[in-house]
Structures are given as C-alpha cells and as structure tokens.
C-alpha cells in the first residue's frame, strides 16, 4: 500500500511546454513586466 498522491499534484501535465503554452508565456511576460517596470520608478 502506498501513500495517495496530494491533492494539488492530481491531474498535472508533466514534460515540454507546447508551442502553445509557449506563446501565451511571452505574451504575459512582455505585456506584465512594462507595467511592472514603470511601477516601481
């Protein structure tokens, strides 16, 4: 008998990032760190 895997561990995806996932990345990055920039001046 083993342990039951943790609750926030169920259901993720293990491995490379899609092409995909990549994009939405950069985008968040590139439209979140301006602002953030401008806000600590």
Known sequence: MG???CCE???IKRGRWTAE???ILT???????FRRLI???
Request: proline share 5%; aromatic share 6%; hydrophobic share 25%.
């Open 3 to 5: 342990r039951a895997p």
């Open 9 to 11: 561990k169920v259901g």
């Open 21 to 23: 996932e990549d994009e």
């Open 27 to 33: 985008e968040y990055i590139q439209s979140n760190l």
């Open 39 to 41: 806000a600590k001046d």
